[in-house]
């Protein structure tokens, strides 16, 4: 079906940036939005952004103006910069894809990267 593989997380200060790749694969499907997740130790996973195949965009409250989300639909992959970094920004970031089957009228895909790590220290 749909794999997806992210990277870029890490340690950071602070104020400090990261920015974070997520590159789908897969054969028989097409992938429609996509987006960036997160879960925080004692909380539930929330919505950070998505973006539509077309390139419309939506964030949640707490990063607008500090994340962008981009993508390339080439490489069938996503972005997030993240800049000016709070230490409550600390979560485990997970990719996701919305993908509609080329084989089969109606079968979607819901795919879920492995998380990637985001530290914030103050």
């Known amino acids: 079906q749909v794999q997806l593989v992210e990277s870029g997380g890490g340690l950071v200060q602070a104020g400090g940036s990261l920015r974070l790749s997520c590159a789908a694969s897969?054969?028989?499907?097409?992938?429609?939005?996509m987006g960036w997740y997160r879960q925080a130790p004692g909380k539930q996973r929330e919505l950070v952004a998505t973006?539509?195949?077309?390139?419309?965009?939506n964030y949640a409250t707490s990063v607008k103006g500090r994340f962008t989300i981009s993508r390339d639909n080439a490489a069938n992959t996503v972005y997030l910069q993240m800049n000016t970094l709070k230490p409550e920004d600390t979560a485990v970031y997970y990719c996701?894809?919305?993908?509609?089957?080329?084989?089969?009228?109606?079968?979607?895909?819901?795919?879920w990267g492995q998380g990637t790590l985001v530290t914030v220290s103050s």
């Open positions: 996701n894809a919305e993908a509609t089957s080329t084989q089969a009228t109606g079968v979607y895909a819901d795919a």
């Open positions: 897969g054969s028989d499907f097409s992938i429609n939005a």
């Open positions: 973006i539509t195949s077309g390139g419309t965009t």
